[in-house]
């Protein structure tokens, strides 16, 4: 087998299932099989035109503007709308180019309901380690410094990370998936900004979600009665 030949072949086994699935949804559905990832899309368009207008940037910040500092109620209030308010360090088309990639993929592999619960608890999960980790001072493992609580936490990425991670694990793109994790560590030890540690919450999130639900299916296997279900539509493969 040439060089050539052995690259292809790993990545058909790399990316094979993963294009197949997508492949399938876009030829037969093509734009209407991703309803959630066009409405994600034109949402954040919207809210970042309102964002350069300035009679709507206040309206923005009380939807979606959320900091470590807030006191909890008003962050789970905002945390759905920060996902598609545009971050501070990514310019509109670069938000808007992960929506529509990242969460057409996922939305196509996982569903609507999946892509959506998974793409907030990812970005509950980076929000809550921000308050967590301001809490906890710069002196403790994990911890945070307190203008941390300060910094303006919107957009997609967080996200966009989780379910990109989930996405690989379903679909056996496990190098793949393992790039994307060494590529936020890198940006915290480069960086070493609140993103990228909200990046690894997300992941960290993600994983012990796909642990559960693989954990729930095998006891409903093999261990549960015949006839038992985890009560869960299957994700595509």
Not at 29 to 48: E, F, I, K, M, N
Not at 73 to 85: A, G, I
Request: charge should be positive.
């Amino acid at each position: 087998m040439t060089g050539t030949s052995r690259i292809a072949h790993w990545a058909r086994t790399e990316w094979g299932p993963l294009y197949d699935t997508v492949r399938a949804a876009f030829v037969t559905g093509r734009l209407a099989a991703v309803p959630l990832t066009l409405a994600a899309v034109c949402l954040s368009a919207l809210l970042h035109t309102l964002d350069t207008r300035p009679w709507g940037h206040p309206v923005v910040q009380v939807l979606g503007a959320v900091h470590a500092g807030d006191p909890l109620w008003v962050t789970l209030l905002r945390t759905p709308f920060s996902l598609f308010v545009p971050a501070l360090d990514l310019p509109m088309w670069g938000g808007l180019v992960q929506l529509f990639v990242v969460f057409g993929i996922a939305e196509v592999c996982l569903g609507r309901r999946r892509t959506l619960a998974v793409a907030y608890g990812a970005t509950l999960a980076g929000t809550l380690y921000a308050r967590v980790g301001v809490a906890l001072g710069p002196h403790r493992p994990l911890g945070l410094p307190g203008w941390y609580g300060q910094v303006v936490d919107t957009g997609p990425s967080a996200a966009v990370v989780g379910l990109g991670v989930l996405v690989c694990l379903r679909y056996g793109a496990h190098v793949t998936g393992s790039l994307v994790v060494a590529a936020m560590v890198a940006e915290v030890l480069l960086k070493g900004n609140l993103a990228g540690r909200e990046h690894l919450a997300a992941i960290g999130a993600v994983l012990v979600l796909s642990w559960a639900v693989e954990l729930r299916e095998l006891w409903a296997e093999f261990v549960a009665p015949a006839g038992y279900g985890s009560g869960l539509p299957p994700i595509q493969s």
